[in-house]
């Protein structure tokens, strides 16, 4: 990242935040877009690690905006028990969860993923749903995130993910990333396919998507 761009990052002073998985130095982060909008604010959380596991690269988990499964509850992903699964990782272990905004349906939006829920209701999975909107089925930008984990001087890490596509695209943006950690949760009925589909035609790597199995 050259000077300029790190200059042209805003973020706030840390905050301590207690919540229901641990507590955290929380910093919110705006990145500005190359039109030279202000960009989405996006928002880090973390905590040091315990004496132990000091000398290890830190745990990093970027978890992808989802206003249906991280607000509401919804149980037809699984993103809402991801975030909160890796919240207590990070609080257990040290590291870092970085929340990115304006990833919302894998990057198309929030209006164009209930247009696709309505298609998977039809019968179509979550790759066929977006192409039949006209859309790519992964969206996601992870310049943001790269300059973020830059900024913090978190370059060379362990990702909690179980998707390679991610890890590749962050290495591609100068992050190494020395392990990606598995980081699976309870499947449920209503998202066995949603999950299945990520394993089959995205390939994430998922073991264990018998519901109520324990991972």
């Known amino acids: 990242m050259s000077r300029a761009?790190?200059?042209?990052?805003?973020?706030?002073?840390?905050?301590?935040?207690?919540?229901?998985?641990?507590?955290?130095?929380?910093?919110?982060?705006?990145?500005?877009?190359?039109?030279?909008?202000?960009?989405?604010?996006?928002?880090?959380?973390?905590?040091?690690?315990?004496?132990?596991?000091?000398?290890l690269p830190p745990l990093v988990r970027l978890h992808s905006e989802c206003l249906t499964g991280d607000v509401l509850g919804s149980w037809r992903c699984d993103c809402g028990p991801q975030l909160h699964l890796a919240m207590e990782r990070i609080a257990r272990h040290g590291g870092t969860v970085l929340y990115l905004r304006n990833h919302e349906g894998r990057g198309i939006g929030l209006i164009n993923k209930l247009r696709a829920y309505k298609l998977q209701d039809a019968g179509a999975?979550?790759?066929?749903?977006?192409?039949?909107?006209?859309?790519?089925?992964?969206?996601?930008?992870?310049?943001?995130?790269?300059?973020?984990?830059?900024?913090?001087?978190?370059?060379?890490?362990?990702?909690l993910s179980n998707n390679p596509d991610k890890v590749a695209k962050l290495e591609a943006l100068g992050i190494t990333v020395t392990q990606m950690?598995?980081?699976?949760?309870?499947?449920?009925?209503?998202?066995?396919?949603?999950?299945?589909?990520?394993?089959?035609?995205?390939?994430?790597?998922?073991?264990?998507?018998?519901?109520?199995?324990?991972?």
Do not use: C
Request: proline letters at 10%; zero cysteines; charged letters at 20%.
């Open 5 to 55: 761009e790190q200059e042209a990052l805003v973020h706030s002073d840390p905050v301590v935040v207690p919540t229901e998985f641990g507590t955290f130095d929380t910093v919110g982060w705006r990145v500005p877009v190359p039109s030279g909008a202000p960009g989405a604010e996006h928002l880090s959380l973390s905590a040091s690690p315990p004496p132990e596991e000091a000398h």
């Open 125 to 159: 999975d979550t790759v066929d749903a977006n192409t039949m909107l006209g859309l790519p089925a992964e969206a996601r930008d992870y310049t943001a995130a790269a300059r973020i984990l830059t900024a913090m001087g978190l370059t060379r890490i362990r990702l």
């Open 181 to 215: 950690v598995p980081h699976e949760v309870h499947a449920r009925d209503e998202n066995v396919n949603y999950l299945r589909t990520k394993r089959d035609r995205m390939h994430h790597h998922l073991t264990h998507l018998t519901p109520g199995e324990t991972p």
